[in-house]
Each structure stands twice: as C-alpha cells, then as structure tokens.
C-alpha cells in the first residue's frame, strides 16, 4: 500500500489534505468562528504542510498510515462521547421516572 501511495501523488496529497482538515476541526477548532480572511489562511497554511507531509509520504514514510489511526482513535473517542451522553440522558429519564410515583 506504501508502494501504491508513493506512486499516486495526487491520491496521497487529497487523503492527506482531508485527514489535515478533519483533524484540525477536530481538535483545534475555536469555539466562535474566524474572520473570512484568517479563516483563508488557515486552510491555505494547511494546504502548503499536507503537500510537505505528501513530500514524506512519497519518501516512504507512513504519514497516511499515521493520520489514519489518528482519525479511527478520534471518531472511537467521538463515539464514546455520544454514547455517554445517551446513557446519561437515558439514566436522567429513569430518576425522573422513579421520583414522580412517590410524590
């Protein structure tokens, strides 16, 4: 996969750009939203370190390999996230449920 990588320049610069992207909305993301103007730079400065991250990829190290087990452990913890608060919506209901027959 490596191999197929290395030899695939545009394939390997969009997945890494992609995975760039997700992550930064992921896990550096303000709160509030940029200007317009910052918000262009922001992802032109991305665009420029996924193609020095493709430059590595094509020297045969596994950025794309890397970003990846990234993003799983990311949408693991998103997941767990969800699930936590869906239990504690369904163990906020129950304690509704329990206190409501006493009164």
């Not at 320049?9 to 940029?34: P, W």
């Not at 200007?35 to 190290?61: C, R, T, W």
Request: proline share 3%; aromatic share 10%.
């Amino acid at each position: 996969m490596q191999q197929w990588f290395s030899e695939h320049h545009v394939v390997s610069y969009l997945i890494i750009l992609g995975f760039t992207i997700y992550i930064f909305n992921s896990v550096f993301r303000a709160q509030q939203k940029l200007p317009l103007l910052k918000e262009v730079l922001v992802y032109v400065l991305m665009a420029i370190g996924s193609f020095v991250l493709m430059i590595l990829q094509v020297d045969k190290l596994p950025i794309i390999q890397c970003m990846g087990i990234a993003v799983v452990m990311m949408l693991m913890l998103r997941t767990r996230q969800l699930y936590d608060k869906w239990k504690g919506k369904k163990a906020e209901r129950g304690a509704v449920n329990e206190a409501e027959p006493g009164q």
